[in-house]
């Protein structure tokens, strides 16, 4: 194998490693945008949840009011 071979072929592994690292680096940008996508998902389900804990609780305390409302109409002598 002269040195002209030698060159080519050092020239296509060349061009080949750089395919391999655009082809990896745009595969990599595109994982990013998914990561930011499902971190935005999932901190609007965590504020869904939050939510969601506070009208459980008012509701609940709703409830222990309208207990204690009925239980006093309950116990009134009639």
């Given at each position: 194998m002269n040195i002209d071979e030698r060159l080519e072929r050092l020239?296509?592994?060349h061009e080949a490693l750089?395919?391999?690292?655009?082809?990896?680096s745009h595969m990599h940008q595109e994982s990013e945008k998914r990561m930011d996508r499902v971190d935005q998902?999932?901190?609007?389900?965590a504020e869904a949840q939050?939510?969601?804990?506070?009208?459980?609780?008012?509701?609940?305390?709703?409830?222990?009011?309208?207990?204690?409302?009925?239980?006093?109409?309950?116990?009134?002598?009639?």
């Open positions: 020239t296509e592994r750089t395919q391999s690292l655009e082809l990896l998902a999932l901190t609007a389900l939050i939510k969601t804990e506070e009208a459980i609780g008012r509701l609940a305390h709703i409830a222990d009011i309208q207990d204690r409302r009925i239980t006093r109409l309950e116990d009134r002598p009639q």
